[in-house]
């Protein structure tokens, strides 16, 4: 699927269903990391387009709207008719999306079928939500309700931006809040044409906005905002935490946080060791390793040290990089020029701190921002590269004698978002598992994922939990009911 006409429609911001021009008819230009073309002129939103489409979506939130009027059932089937329409233009999404970000197309097309999953999932949630009756002392009658939260404020980054929504809009669509979204920079076309489903589902007018721009001015504008009173927010640490504050500071929002990672797989001396560097190199290579969860430090026995690195260079090697619209091509470039270079920067970090540069470290072409699977063997816990987030197709290895002093390994980072544990000794499987410091924990396979199973950090890696059931109460607050009884007669 090599050189795809991509019709790109829509470029504007959505605000009350309607794509308009930001007030100050400014423009952003998208470069395509595949080839540096110019892919679109983008609508830039700042504060004024942000105050514009809050005002949207608390309009859409009040008491007697269309939105709130509706049954919970009613908003299922808008739910469930928008993940049919995602699952309609998977291909033209999954396009786009690889035009912006460079996710290898089959990849991007597996991730919208995923988000399209998402949105049924919770559709099947919007009419099971539901409060209690609760035993009292003094004869009154208690009853909660769970309602819904109000307007939402929700930024997502670029890496899996489809899928990356799809966990946000969704739980909040199904409890019935309303949104004004912040898309990255660098894939506001895809997140756009979904966005223009949601009209196409039938979705009533100001329930979902699109503020398309930057981090420090839109970004900002809904982390500071005095009528969003929740934000989620997927990203950096960085940002992360300038929300918190920036929350704290205007009007106490309620803060979901999923932010980076340096995920840890360790492998025993019991495995197959081919199987077993197959999985540790899509765990780190996948998505040019843009992934939060993933797995950057690889512990590896001493037992079996020498062979896994020997086989994993040879896996590196193999690799093929290029245009990820060819299907022959498994890694395509970094998403941006800034990103490329902050991963290059740790690849001179890490040659310089005594790693063993065993393949890659260099720039792939010279066009487009590809960089060459990078395997570093001989990795210390020191290591800048084995204590902070790389977000490249850099894969650090490192060696372990004792199982119960990996773990503790493991666990030493101020990170806890995803681990993972090869070794047929069911023991040691479910002694990680429990030890482990981290959100999401895999046995045999790395990075799995599912609609009903909650996803998040522990430690600095986030707060909160999106997916399953958990990710409901981001979106919802308990309204308690007391009702005085007369006694009887
Ligand atoms: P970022 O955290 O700056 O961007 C993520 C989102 O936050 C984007 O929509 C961005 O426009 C927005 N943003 C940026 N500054 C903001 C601010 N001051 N207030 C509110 N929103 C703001 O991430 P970036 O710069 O794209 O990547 C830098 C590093 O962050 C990566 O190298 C990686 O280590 C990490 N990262 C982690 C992700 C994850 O999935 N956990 C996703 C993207 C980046
Ligand atoms: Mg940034």
Redesign the pocket.
């Known amino acids: 699927m090599a050189n795809p006409k991509v019709a790109i429609k829509y470029k504007k911001i959505f605000i009350n269903n309607e794509f308009i021009d930001s007030k100050s008819g400014k423009t952003f230009t998208s470069i395509s990391p595949v080839n540096e073309s110019v892919v679109a002129e983008i609508a830039e939103g700042d504060k004024a387009d942000v105050d514009a489409a809050v005002r949207a979506a608390k309009a859409a939130f009040e008491y007697g709207s269309e939105w709130r009027n509706l049954q919970p059932a009613q908003r299922a089937i808008l739910l469930n008719k928008l993940g049919d329409l995602v699952d309609r233009d998977a291909e033209q999404i999954a396009s786009i999306q690889t035009l912006e970000n460079g996710k290898v197309y089959a990849q991007s097309f597996g991730e919208v079928k995923i988000a399209a999953n998402v949105f049924r999932y919770y559709a099947g949630w919007c009419d099971k939500v539901h409060g209690e009756t609760l035993p009292t002392d003094n004869g009154q009658l208690v009853i909660t309700r769970k309602e819904p939260i109000g307007v939402v404020g929700q ?6 931006p489809i899928l ?1 929504l799809a966990l946000k809009w969704a739980p909040a669509l199904a409890v019935g809040c309303t949104i004004v979204l ?5 894939s506001s076309l895809c997140t756009l044409h979904i966005t223009a489903l949601t009209k196409e589902a039938g979705f009533p007018k100001g329930v979902i906005n699109v503020v398309l721009g ?3 001015t ?3 504008a ?2 500071e905002h005095p009528d969003i009173v929740k934000v989620t ?8 935490k ?2 918190m504050i ?1 929350s704290g500071k205007s009007n106490l929002k309620r803060v979901t946080l ?4 340096k995920s840890p797989l360790v492998i025993c001396d019991d495995v197959n060791v081919d199987e077993a560097v197959n999985i540790a190199h899509e765990a780190i290579f996948s998505n040019s390793g ?3 969860v993933a797995a950057s430090r690889t512990y590896v026995h001493s037992k079996i040290y020498d062979e896994f690195v020997k086989k994993s260079k040879e896996l590196a090697l193999k690799r093929k990089l290029g245009d990820p619209f060819d299907s022959t091509v498994a890694q395509g470039p970094q ?1 941006d020029k ?2 490329f270079n ?2 290059m920067n740790y690849i001179k970090i890490g040659k310089e701190s005594g790693a063993k540069l065993e393949t890659g470290g260099e720039r792939f072409g010279t066009v487009g921002y590809y960089i060459k699977p990078t395997v570093f063997s001989n990795v210390t816990d020191d290591m800048v590269i084995a204590k902070e ?4 197709p850099v894969q650090q290895i490192l060696k372990y004698e004792n199982f119960d002093d990996v773990i503790k390994r493991a666990n030493n980072t101020t990170y806890g ?1 995803g681990a993972g544990i090869i070794t047929n000794d069911i023991n040691k499987a479910l002694k990680f598992s429990q030890a482990i410091e981290s959100g999401s924990v895999w046995v045999n396979q790395y990075a799995a994922l599912t609609p009903s199973a909650p996803f998040g950090g522990y430690k600095q890696s986030g707060i909160g939990r999106e997916l399953g059931p958990d990710a409901l109460e981001n979106y919802l607050q308990t309204k308690t009911i007391s009702i005085k009884l007369t006694p009887p007669a």
């Open positions: 930024i997502v980054p670029w890496n899996a990356l912040k898309p990255a920079e660098q930057y981090g420090p839109v970004g900002a809904v982390s927010f997927t990203g950096s640490t960085e940002v992360g300038k929300i920036a999923e932010l980076g990672g843009q992934i939060c998403v800034k990103i902050r991963v987030e790389i977000f490249g978002l």
